[in-house]
T-cell receptor
Framework: AQKVTQAQTEISVVEKEDVTLDCVYE???????LFWYKQPPSGELVFLIR??????QNEISGRYSWNFQKSTSSFNFTITASQVVDSAVYFCALSEAGGGSYIPTFGRGTSLIVHP | KAGVTQTPRYLIKTRGQQVTLSCSPI?????VSWYQQTPGQGLQFLFEYFSETQRNKGNFPGRFSGRQFSNSRSEMNVSTLELGDSALYLC?????????????FGPGTRLTVT
């Protein structure tokens, strides 16, 4: 069975601080996808990144970066120089990837509060 | 390009009733997925439809069903509503089925069961 753990329920930071959101996953599949989504107060989930299990390269997109480590089954997300607009709930998700399958398992989410 | 739209946005139903939620995907997208979000269970995958066929299904009872029409619009139905069905129901569309396709989410339908 798949499992995603986001141990941090809530993180509170002051603007311009760097913050890392942790995600640890469990799966027996060798081929899978990992995702991060952002859910602002409006409620609409926003896709941030997808990474497949064969691609352990870290990725940077502006102030966002992701660190994927299969050895520790982790896919952590860092926001550099946080801004108030980054305040949201962030979800990590895992899905097997074979044969067009997409049955994601989500973590419980981490609520990020960025204070001005 | 218009985004994913969901109707209605808010709904109040009584226990035992049934409800139908609607989702219109982004033009050209053929896959529609449904999710339930509750404070207790978090975000859970319900099912995915692609080309009018259910492709993937989460672990939900048979009271939860859906369908997709030839124009890719999708409906989700919940019969014999229970208090625990109160949730935000999110719909997402993508070009095709599978984890390699980016999903675009709608604003959700908030269902309250009394």
């Amino acid at each position: 069975a798949q499992k995603v753990t986001q141990a941090q329920t809530e993180i509170s930071v002051v603007e311009k601080e760097d913050v890392t959101l942790d995600c640890v996953y469990e799966t027996r599949d060798t081929t899978y996808y990992l995702f991060w989504y952002k859910q602002p107060p409006s409620g609409e989930l926003v896709f941030l990144i997808r990474r497949n299990s064969f691609d352990e390269q870290n990725e940077i997109s502006g102030r966002y970066s992701w660190n994927f480590q299969k050895s520790t089954s982790s896919f952590n997300f860092t926001i550099t120089a946080s801004q108030v607009v980054d305040s949201a709930v962030y979800f990590c998700a895992l899905s097997e990837a074979g044969g067009g399958s997409y049955i994601p398992t989500f973590g419980r989410g981490t609520s990020l509060i960025v204070h001005p | 390009k218009a985004g994913v739209t969901q109707t209605p946005r808010y709904l109040i139903k009584t226990r035992g009733q049934q409800v139908t939620l609607s989702c219109s995907p982004i033009s050209g997208h053929r896959s529609v997925s449904w999710y339930q979000q509750t404070p207790g269970q978090g975000l859970q995958f319900l099912f995915e439809y692609f080309s009018e066929t259910q492709r993937n299904k989460g672990n939900f009872p048979g009271r939860f069903s859906g369908r997709q029409f030839s124009n890719s619009r999708s409906e989700m139905n919940v019969s014999t509503l229970e208090l625990g069905d109160s949730a935000l129901y999110l719909c997402a569309s993508s070009l095709a089925s599978g984890a390699s396709y980016e999903q675009y989410f709608g604003p959700g339908t908030r269902l309250t069961v009394t």
